[in-house]
């Protein structure tokens, strides 16, 4: 499995939005929200855990997302993540600021 | 290699083992890469190329325990009374203003806060075994990492306050209104909100097992907040 580094930084920027839009279809835990990140990307990003969990832990403070423990599977727990009306109106906030951002850009570069 | 693998994650995490966020922390990365070990097996990867692929995909771990220590974010106002690092046992504060008061690192055991005004008040790091908040207003009240064993709480004014890193197991908050308050990494363990009225309230990353709402009446959001944590919710009525 070959890493891309395709422009992490400006990726980075948008790993609130991308869990948010992830959680929409349904509460998920942690490894399947990184695994659908880098399928969903063509393969292109792969998230790392740090990265995931401090916009986790900054949703969740937010009160964009909440938490609980699943059931015990084999070999152990695991924690889902919901979204909240507050998570939705950031993402469609959020959404709107990037399509924005994206005509601008598209002008200027 | 799968011992390994606890072993690399738990000498990340063992300088914050005495935090309950960093223990659960710990235990929701460790199944993450468990799973992802056994991903990578799957797809024909060595034990060393799967291990290593799966320690590489952590990534920087000062982001990872930033996470865990995100700032508190309100501000640290001009102080007005300072209490701060003193041995303030069997203190009597009834019907004291003390706004903005510090009451950080100090013991405070069985001290009797009722009737009070101590909005903007910190209680950090503080023990406040057996104290009595009867009619205090607790407007805006950060209680961070505070001894609350025993105190009794009653028909007082939580708007905002605050409950950080607390050990609120077992407390009876009967009857109170909450509006906009925040539990957040606390033990709400066996506590009491029977007949409480709840608005706008947060519990993050808190233990609530077996907490009681019966009779309690509370809005959607908080609703959904507790919803969400799987407490049961049967005996609560939604306004």
């Not at chain 2, 056994?38 to 320690?55: C, I, M, P, W, Y």
């Not at chain 2, 009737?115 to 961070?144: G, M, P, V, Y």
């Not at chain 2, 306050?161 to 308050?181: A, M, R, V």
């Not at chain 2, 009779?215 to 919710?233: E, I, P, Q, R, W």
Request: hydrophobic residues 35%; glycine residues 6%.
């Amino acid at each position: 499995m070959v890493q891309r580094q395709l422009s992490s930084d400006l990726l980075r920027g948008h790993v609130d939005t991308m869990i948010l839009k992830l959680l929409q279809s349904g509460d998920k835990y942690g490894y399947e929200i990184s695994k659908l990140i880098y399928t969903n990307s063509n393969e292109q990003y792969e998230i790392k855990e740090a990265t995931m969990y401090s916009s986790l832990k900054r949703l969740e403070k937010d009160g964009c997302i909440i938490s609980y423990w699943g059931d015990a599977t084999q070999g152990g727990r695991r924690k889902y993540y919901k979204i909240t009306p507050i998570g939705e109106n950031t993402y469609i906030q959020n959404k709107n600021d990037w399509e924005q951002a994206k005509r601008i850009l598209e002008r200027l570069l | 290699m799968i011992e390994k693998l606890n072993a690399h994650v738990h000498s990340i995490f063992a300088p914050y083992k005495s935090a309950k966020t960093a223990t659960e922390l710990e235990e929701e990365l460790l199944q993450n890469l468990l799973e992802k070990y056994d991903d990578h097996r799957r797809n024909g990867a060595s034990e060393q190329e799967a291990f290593k692929l799966t320690v590489d995909s952590i990534g920087e771990v000062s982001e990872l325990m930033e996470s865990l220590n995100l700032q508190y974010n309100v501000l640290e106002q001009a102080i007005s009374m300072d209490y701060s690092r003193h041995r303030l046992l069997d203190s009597d504060f009834r019907s004291v203003s003390v706004h903005d008061g510090k009451f950080n690192s100090c013991d405070l055991s069985r001290s009797d806060f009722s009737h009070s005004d101590l909005t903007n008040s910190t209680f950090k790091n503080s023990n406040l075994d057996h104290c009595i908040f009867e009619n205090a207003n607790l407007t805006s009240t950060l209680f961070k990492n505070a001894n609350l064993k025993g105190v009794t709480f009653k028909n007082s004014i939580y708007n905002k306050t605050h409950f950080k890193s607390c050990n609120l197991s077992g407390l009876i908050f009967d009857g109170e209104t909450f509006k906009q308050t925040i539990f957040e990494g606390s033990s709400l363990r066996k506590a009491s909100f029977r007949d409480a009225t709840l608005i706008n309230v947060q519990f993050r990353m808190s233990d609530l097992k077996k907490i009681d709402f019966t009779g309690a009446s509370m809005d959607k959001l908080t609703y959904n907040f507790l919803h969400g944590a799987k407490v049961d919710l049967s005996g609560v009525t939604l306004i």
